[in-house]
């Protein structure tokens, strides 16, 4: 009760007419930036931190923490119309979004990314609400070892649930991590796989890389489907006449969508708290549990599904990551790393001491998650009858933009044309894994997490001076342990008993 009495004490801050105005602008600003490749919510908070300065401390970081919350809704934009994910939580989105938009379910695709995002984010944060300090504390538990078990249960998933086929998912996985170990050792410094090149040694950019094996796969595959595709959208004309009522999901969609949404959304507020995990990691757990569920659709063919799991996911992480850094001062994400600058600038100490100190601003920050929440669903919506015009856009239109989007996306995050280069390499790769059966998904996700999942490891056997007992001296390591090798012999498990059911129903 004293958590939402603060609450209701927060929302006299958070619905101050500055605080409301800042608010409705961080969600239009992250709608916009979320939607644009190569930008994300890293660089649109480290772009509009300076504008925050004459601002005091409430408003900014409502400002700020609105544009990072909406840029979880502007992701799928992209995602699901062009098949370009906006930010790495978006990827998974992609998956089932795009086939859904291919089908003639553009708004309805979108409608439910919105919906599933609005609904995860409130389950997140209602739990922010309601544990706030105490959230963080969980987090504290899961120290390198908690993590590099969590990001082995990740990385399971990927490749047994995504690629259809577990051989080639698992090949493609392991594509995806030999990717992300090209560069600099990010422990001892020394060079890996750079071939004598020095572009090389600061390792394959993240943004280009995805748009390449996403986006501009997409482009050489519309460039050698090119009349089928027009006959396609000629033969349809749905699309351009879609509406916000046209694009509601119906009784049947929305119970399809309620229990992912739920899951995923209580399931990525506690994967927002883990400190280095952020909302990449909770779209991609989320969507490697739902694949545990049955779906009315096989995952990846256009599931609403699969779009509602990996966006509450998102957005629930999104929330959660604000208990950590408000509590603890510990970042989950870059993100996260410019809104804890952003308080040392205002002159805060994030801590456990903030919310007794600075109650006025952790709880107006909380309670203006609500009205941006609101905020940004009504203009995601309102958006919708625009949006759905660019699958009306004739293919010959759509590859130039779709490649002018592309190269944008890839320059601006290196400033420099090895980006380019990275961008069009990928996508080559992409588009050849693709047109011989092998899921691009499972690479892109396994390069993504490789990364985080190297550093814990290194980092808990040099705290155990190499011994293998810091993985099993604990009840929740073991619990994580557990659940580890229950998804690495299911597939196994399952695979033996068809053979088994075939043998029996085999004549004699």
Not at 58 to 86: C, D, R, V
Not at 270 to 290: C, E, R
Not at 477 to 499: D, I, M, Q, S
Request: charged content about 10%; aromatic content about 8%; proline content about 6%.
């Amino acid at each position: 009760m004293e958590n939402f009495a603060s609450l209701l004490a927060g929302f006299q801050v958070a619905l101050a007419p500055e605080n409301i105005g800042v608010c409705l602008l961080g969600a239009i600003l992250g709608l916009v930036v979320g939607a644009m490749p190569g930008i994300g919510s890293l660089a649109g908070c480290a772009l509009l931190l300076p504008l925050t300065y004459k601002f005091n401390p409430t408003t900014a970081i409502i400002m700020l923490g609105a544009l990072y919350y909406a840029n979880m809704y502007g992701g799928s934009f992209s995602a699901i119309l062009l098949n370009i994910p906006g930010d790495s939580p978006a990827i998974t989105t992609a998956l089932d979004g795009y086939p859904m938009a291919r089908k003639g379910r553009p708004g309805q695709a979108l409608m439910t990314a919105n919906l599933s995002s609005f609904i995860g984010g409130t389950i997140g944060i209602l739990i922010l609400t309601v544990t706030a300090s105490g959230l963080a504390t969980i987090g504290l538990m899961f120290g390198y070892a908690e993590m590099t078990i969590i990001l082995l249960i990740a990385m399971t998933s990927i490749s047994w649930l995504i690629g259809e086929n577990p051989i080639k998912g698992i090949v493609i996985t392991m594509l995806g991590i030999l990717v992300a170990s090209i560069g600099m050792d990010t422990l001892s410094g020394a060079p890996r796989y750079e071939f004598g090149s020095m572009y090389l040694l600061g390792g394959i950019p993240f943004t280009p890389f995805i748009i390449g094996c996403v986006g501009f796969a997409q482009v050489i595959k519309l460039i050698n489907e090119r009349e089928a595709d027009e006959k396609k959208r000629s033969s349809d004309d749905s699309r351009q006449k879609l509406s916000i009522k046209k694009s509601m999901p119906t009784g049947h969609d929305l119970r399809r969508m309620l229990p992912p949404t739920l899951r995923s959304g209580v399931m990525g507020t506690f994967v927002g708290v883990l400190p280095g995990s952020g909302a990449t990691t909770g779209s991609m757990v989320g969507y490697a549990i739902q694949k545990k569920f049955k779906s009315e659709e096989p995952m990846g063919s256009g599931a609403i599904e699969g779009i509602a799991a990996s966006e509450a996911a998102n957005n629930a992480a999104a929330a959660g990551a604000f208990a950590p850094l408000l509590a603890l001062g510990i970042p989950g994400s870059g993100t996260g790393a410019v809104l804890l600058g952003g308080l040392m600038m205002w002159g805060l100490n994030p801590g456990p001491l903030l919310f007794d100190t600075n109650p006025d601003f952790c709880w107006g920050l909380i309670s203006s998650m609500y009205v941006a929440n609101v905020f940004t669903l009504l203009v995601a919506i309102l958006v919708i009858p625009f949006l759905i015009k660019i699958l009306s856009v004739p293919v010959k239109y759509m590859i130039p933009i779709i490649t002018c989007v592309c190269i944008v996306g890839a320059y601006s995050t290196s400033n420099s044309m090895y980006g380019v280069i990275v961008m069009f390499v990928s996508g080559i790769v992409g588009y050849l894994l693709d047109k011989n059966g092998f899921p691009t998904a499972p690479m892109l996700l396994a390069f993504v997490l490789a990364p985080m999942l190297e550093q814990n490891i290194r980092k808990a056997f040099i705290a155990s001076q190499g011994g293998l007992g810091i993985f099993v001296d604990s009840p929740l390591k073991l619990v994580l342990l557990a659940v580890f090798l229950v998804l690495v012999l299911t597939p196994t498990v399952k695979a033996v008993r068809r053979k088994m059911g075939a043998g029996k129903k085999t004549p004699a």
